[in-house]
């Protein structure tokens, strides 16, 4: 059986993410399960901004029912030999629950850093 480019970036997300791909025949929404956060993956040459607004909003459900945070992430396919970025994809809720404040607050936020400057 061949191996599929999807299945590669699903593999890549679970490292990145320190989790594990959920079997592609158990019918769920969720391609990657790490600590703390769930992830569908997307590997397509084309996906609309509503596409993935609604991908967002429903892996941000999920994410919160599984006691963390849900994302998409997006690899767009531009043909063999010309490599893209992932992007990570989610609400501005999901972002506000991932971005609390630091565990360290003696160190300057970014704000801080750039009055600085």
């Known amino acids: ?24 025949n158990s019918g769920g929404r969720v391609d990657v399960i790490g600590p703390g956060i769930v992830a569908q993956v997307k590997h397509v040459r084309t996906c609309s901004l509503a596409r993935l607004e609604a991908i967002a909003v429903e892996m941000a ?7 963390g945070a849900g994302v998409v992430m997006v690899k767009r396919r531009a043909g063999r030999g010309q490599p893209t970025p992932r992007l990570i994809i989610m609400t501005d809720r999901v972002w506000r629950h991932l971005a609390r404040p630091p565990l360290n607050p003696g160190q300057p936020s970014i704000a801080q850093h750039h009055k600085e400057q």
Not at 8 to 23: D, I, Q, S
Not at 61 to 67: D, T
């Open 61 to 67: 459900a999920l994410g919160q029912q599984h006691g």
């Open 1 to 24: 059986m061949p191996d599929r480019a999807w299945k590669a970036e699903e593999r890549a997300v679970a490292r990145l993410l320190a989790g594990a791909r959920c079997p592609a």
